[in-house]
């Protein structure tokens, strides 16, 4: 099979697991006839906030890399470390994946090709916010909606930071992010989410495009009621 990962290693919590014992059991199970896809976006680690950046609303904020850097990101260990391995094929751009195995040239090339094939998303001590594969369907989503999914971001915060240098959250749960939270919560109650435990973390496995057509679903025909607005 295929599988598109998301990893918290805090959540994780055990110290008979690491990074590099994850990503060789994953190998192991999946094996080089299937794939693994991770995301590498080159975002790094939380910066600390100022206590001006504290007034001006600000809960967090990241710095956009090179592509070429060699930090810690906010993707986490696990998909750091399996991004720089030798064997792995790596996208490019801000939204680029790391992809191992069979099929690894066509998934980074349109991770589209990944969802038609069946492939599959463990999220560990992460939730539906993290996968990667949602985006693919947000075609569905008007332009005049997309301003209304996010709180207005301060004038002066724009000043201070520029978007193509920094990422900067103001709404930890915007309502975009509770509309995927609804998806979430529509995948379990259709029994096509199965949920157990990896080390600490709470951990979700599921057929991608079975829960990627809810959301194309709500967003041809609920996207109202999907983001309440």
């Known amino acids: 099979m295929s599988i598109e990962v998301h990893s918290s290693m805090k959540s994780i919590g055990d110290n008979s697991y690491d990074a590099n014992s994850i990503i060789s059991d ?4 999946i094996t080089s006839d299937g794939s ?31 592509e070429n850097h060699d930090e810690r990101t ?45 492939g599959y998303g463990l999220l560990i001590g992460v939730d539906i916010r993290r996968l990667t594969a949602m985006h693919y369907v947000e075609g569905n989503i008007p332009n005049d909606i997309w301003p209304k999914l996010f709180a207005p971001m301060n004038e002066e915060i724009q000043k201070i930071y520029n978007q193509n240098e920094y990422f900067i959250v103001t709404d930890l749960v915007p309502k975009y992010a509770k509309g995927w939270l609804k998806i979430q919560d529509m995948g379990e109650k259709k029994g096509l989410i199965k949920k157990g435990k990896i080390g600490n973390a709470d951990s979700m496995f599921f057929n991608v495009k079975e829960i990627v057509s809810i959301y194309e679903n709500e967003l041809k025909h609920n996207i109202n009621k999907l983001f309440n607005i």
């Open 74 to 118: 906010d993707m986490g260990i696990i998909a750091d470390i399996f991004s720089k391995n030798s064997e792995t094929l790596k996208g490019t751009g801000q939204h680029r994946m790391a992809v191992w195995g069979k099929n690894s040239v066509k998934y980074i090339e349109n991770l589209m090709n990944f969802i038609d094939d069946n």
């Open 26 to 29: 994953l190998k192991n199970i």
């Open 36 to 66: 693994i896809v991770m995301p590498a976006f080159p975002l790094s680690k939380c910066l600390p906030l100022t206590q001006h950046d504290l007034s001006l609303g600000i809960k967090k904020k990241c710095r956009w890399l090179d």
